[in-house]
């Protein structure tokens, strides 16, 4: 089974010059991305796609007795993709988005915050303190003070701490 988690960076392939980064998905046998982590919807909001929906349904289907209706079968039910009976309208959040933004702002937010992970990049490399550690890729940055990693922890407590932004942490050993 190859699964393609695209949580984060599977809101860029909205626009045409990441979906490089694509190449070989069509081998996935499954692929999701997280519409709430960078595509300005509330959490939480995730879509998954399955090249065999049955598998999903086969896993989570549930059919007792008092769940039997006339019209079984006549419809996709979605009770069996997941391992609670019932399901909220998240996609209705997504649609929202959708409709009020458009595709274009959409692309537009994605390359301005990819276009800001460049600048603070730029800012990082002008400072003698700081050091990129990788190649930035979309809107991640691997930063770090040149030093210890004593040194690391307090900056990213005293960020994390102050609750205006939030820094991830990473260990390199």
């Known amino acids: 089974w190859l699964h393609v988690d695209a949580a984060y960076a599977g809101s860029a392939f909205i626009c045409p010059e990441y979906r490089y980064l694509m190449k070989g998905v069509n081998k996935a046998d499954s692929f999701n991305f997280n519409p709430h982590k960078w595509m300005l919807v509330n959490f939480d909001c995730s879509a998954l796609w399955l090249k065999q929906p049955r598998w999903i349904v086969d896993a989570f289907n549930v059919d007792p007795l008092y769940l039997k209706y006339d019209q079984q079968g006549s419809a996709p039910d979605y009770r069996h993709w997941q391992i609670p ?15 009020l933004f458009g ?31 990788e190649e930035v890729t979309m809107g991640l940055v691997c930063f770090r003070l040149k030093g210890d990693n004593a040194i690391n922890e307090a900056l990213l407590r005293r960020i ?14």
Request: aromatic letters at 12%; glycine letters at 4%; hydrophobic letters at 45%.
């Open 85 to 99: 009976l019932g399901r909220r309208f998240r996609s209705l959040k997504l649609w929202f988005v959708l409709r």
């Open 160 to 173: 994390n701490g102050r609750g205006k932004i939030h820094l991830v942490p990473s260990k390199i050993d």
């Open 103 to 133: 595709v274009e702002n959409l692309q537009k937010y994605i390359r301005k915050q990819i276009a800001l992970a460049h600048l603070f990049e730029n800012l990082c490399c002008a400072d003698e303190r700081f050091e990129i550690f």
